[in-house]
């Protein structure tokens, strides 16, 4: 199933994004997930972002347990 969602572009990103996925013979939706995966295989593969992420990962489950501690 796939899920909706609402992107607002600035006039001039989505004139072009049109002009890239009429030339790619694509829709602007499929080349907005195309590059959503092109970017998130870049980040993923990024140590120094996923060092981050973890960090802020465990820092949310130290929050989440005292929360629940009560």
Do not use: H, W, Y
Request: proline fraction near 1%.
């Amino acid at each position: 199933m796939a899920k909706q969602t609402t992107v607002r572009l600035p006039d001039d990103l989505a004139d072009k994004a049109e002009v890239v996925a009429r030339a790619k013979g694509t829709s602007v939706n499929q080349l907005i997930i195309d590059s959503l995966a092109i970017e998130i295989d870049r980040v993923r593969a990024d140590t120094e972002f996923m060092s981050r992420a973890k960090e802020l990962v465990e820092r949310d489950r130290e929050i989440l347990d005292e929360l629940a501690k009560g």
